[in-house]
């Protein structure tokens, strides 16, 4: 039973089988289990490739039997279309178009393989990538915030240094009055008296400005400072937002490159096993020697092929055959009198009747 399935995976006549030996049995269903497992193989590989696309069990096994079935269609095609012929270069040249296929089948189905194999390899590249482009990130999203941010900053810097400005006039006024009380200048008089007080009455009007002077400054540079923490709080909730399509960076296409990056040697057996796999129906039926199957499947398609071409020179005898006798029939007829008679008499009432609706119609025109 399980010998007569892989025959059908084989693609091969089971009739013509069946009158063969039990060791041609056996190479034919070794190819059909060649292709089955073939078509399994990619039917693992395909329902991996497409989780990390759909991210779902039942949509990746449903197509990955999908694209499975497709590709054991494909082999068995391949397989069962190769012919053995008398000359090795005429089978190869036959078969080069079907290797060229086999060969992009393994690739397709051996990279989905590889990256599962190499999956700890490849969050790794991809964890790496993931953080160069979250630092990448928020370096774009500050360059949106940081004109304001430091136009901000200056404005609090020139604030604050309008009020020490101020402060060190009215300290140095302060000094003034005080030097003058103590006549250690000014005047150098000891005591209050009238200078003392005009340079006390001046300090005290630009202490009452640098009093009103820091009220009105630090209300702006509060302001100043909450704009400043409106635009950082912005900014951490733009990189909120932004971070989560940067988390999911780990689609196919994304693991695909990251598999690249890795070294080529790894990757390039395990295409090369697949490719082996993919290829040995074709090079055992390419290798072998033509055996009883091939020998008695040539001998139904010549039989076949006599019989088609038989038949068609027989119908093409009897196509020139009865040309010739309608020929001669008719140019028999042609020489009787009755018939020309009869043809010449329907002739001339046709034309009398042509004429006669020429006149009635020219005579409605009138």
Known sequence: MLQRFFIFCSGSDTAILDECSSGERT???GIGATV?????????AAAYALYTVFDNYFS??????????????????IVSTIKKRNSFFDELIQASPRIALAIIIAIVISKPLEMKIFEKEINQVLL????EMTLANKDQLALQYTPSVKALEAEIAGLKAEITTKEAEVNALYNIYIAEAEGTAGTQKIGKGPVYKEKREKHDAELAALTELKKTNTAKIEEAET???NLATEYKTKVADTQPVIDGFDGLMARVNALNKLPLLPSLFIFLLFLAIETSPILAKLLSPKGAYD???EEQESALKSWVTQQKAQRDVLVTTDLNINNRVYADIAEEQELYDYKRKKARELMQMQADAFYKKQKSVL
């Open 27 to 29: 190479k034919y269903a």
């Open 36 to 44: 089955f497992f073939t078509a399994v193989m990619a039917t693992i």
């Open 60 to 77: 990746a096994i449903f197509f990955g039997i999908i694209w499975g079935l497709l590709i054991f269609n494909l082999d068995r095609f």
């Open 128 to 131: 790496t990538e993931k953080n």
């Open 227 to 229: 704009q400043i923490a």
């Open 295 to 297: 020998l008695k499947l």
